[in-house]
């Protein structure tokens, strides 16, 4: 039997920036969502941020995936991640973990924490993030198993995935119900669809809110669960009457209502509203999750594997939150982590997966071996690692940078 060495240690960090296109029939972005800054006209008059990535029926994409490299060959691979983090990487991150024991991921992970006192949410906590999903990865290809043996799992064989909308067309009502019957029938048990209007578009943007939830209950029936996302872009007294109006659709939750450091409002929210809130995708590690907690804030917590400190640290946060009897549905940035971190947690507190259609047709382009629900649900994956390996044959162009001691 061939026995591993004891220590290894990180020998480079290899940043590729990744080019390709693919096909689309139609528009691709048809639509984007209400975002906090559309209070300001010239922001709320603007089209979807990558309308100008298609030519005809081809879209362009760009993605940029990290790889930490060992001195016995193996690597783990995380992404995409933004230019942003991948800048970070390289000029301060990569120079902590480079001749570390990759395997000691709990000790990388909180010397790149303590060393980023000023990075300890935002950009540097996403580039954090990505290192400990590869390293993740990484560990995963030692033990030649998935990820989720290694944390405990798996506590099912496939987990329900809710359709999420984000790109579809909100404000055609033929459009609305079209696909929201046609998720229905590919055997998606839930759909999340994204509001197009906040405060600043007064009471027609309201009515115009008010008639997508109307559609897409009259189109899927009764015994179907339904989504909806604020994007962080209303206030309380707005959020007060759209609830109001939309309670007799019984949405199964109402998500990022107001922007993430406003705790108060949203304990303002939950304790008016007679619907389930969502939200914290946009907050970073269990210290800022724990405020919505103590609050006693939120329904349902959405942290974001690539943002909210990578896998490690929304373990902690899941734990925290099965204390308190409260969900947790990471925000869905990456299939392929997320679905281990669902196999390994108990089926009432992580219930769902999120799918996002159209982001995850361009989030995982270039793998090999994109996590997809079938029918509707994720099933048990038997990939090594965290099932990261690249495409080549999908890549057009690439830029490669190495970070070595």
Not at 341 to 353: A, M
Request: charged share 25%; aromatic share 10%; hydrophobic share 40%.
């Amino acid at each position: 039997m061939m026995v591993k060495k004891q220590y290894q240690k990180i020998t480079k960090v290899k940043i590729r920036n990744l080019h390709g296109s693919f096909e689309s029939d139609g528009i691709f972005w048809e639509d984007r969502l209400v975002r906090p800054v559309d209070i300001y006209p010239e922001y709320a008059d603007q089209n979807h941020e990558n309308n100008n990535l298609q030519k005809d029926n081809i879209v362009s994409t760009s993605s940029i995936f990290i790889e930490i490299h060992t001195d016995d060959g193996l690597y783990g691979t995380a992404g995409p991640v933004d230019t942003v983090h991948a800048d970070i990487i390289e000029k301060s991150l990569s120079n902590i973990i480079i001749g570390k024991d990759p395997l000691a991921i709990e000790l990388l992970w909180d010397q790149m924490y303590r060393l980023s006192v000023h990075g300890r949410q935002g950009m540097t906590m996403m580039a954090i993030s990505a290192i400990d999903c590869a390293l993740w990865d990484l560990k995963g290809k030692y033990y030649n198993t998935p990820v989720y043996k290694l944390l405990g799992g798996p506590t099912r064989k496939k987990i329900p995935a809710y359709a999420s909308m984000l790109g579809f067309n909100v404000t055609d009502m033929n459009l609305v119900s079209e696909r929201a019957k046609l998720y229905k029938e590919k055997g998606f048990t839930a759909q999340k669809w994204f509001f197009r209007y906040g405060p600043m578009a007064g009471l027609e943007g309201l009515k115009k809110n008010v008639e997508m939830v109307k559609t897409l209950r009259d189109s899927v029936g009764d015994d179907y669960e339904i989504m909806l996302d604020c994007w962080q872009s209303m206030d309380y007294k707005y959020v007060v009457e759209l609830a109001k109006r939309i309670e007799k659709y019984r949405p199964y939750w109402l998500e990022e209502t107001v922007m993430p450091d406003r705790v108060e409002i949203y304990k303002k929210v939950k304790d008016k509203i007679n619907i389930p809130l969502s939200g914290a995708e946009h907050e970073y590690t269990r210290w800022g999750i724990l405020r919505f907690i103590e609050k006693n804030a939120l329904d349902i917590l959405q942290p974001d594997i690539y943002w909210a400190g990578g896998l490690s640290e929304v373990i902690k946060i899941a734990n925290l939150a099965s204390t308190y009897d409260l969900i947790t549905i990471p925000h869905g940035h990456s299939s392929n982590v997320t679905l281990h971190f669902s196999l390994s947690q108990v089926p009432i507190h992580t219930p769902y997966q999120e799918y996002l259609i159209k982001w995850n047709k361009v989030h995982q382009h270039f793998l090999k071996t994109p996590e997809k629900p079938i029918k509707g649900f994720f099933a048990e994956t038997n990939l090594i690692g965290l099932g990261m390996e690249l495409d080549e044959s999908k890549i057009q162009k690439e830029d490669i940078l190495e970070i070595k001691l």
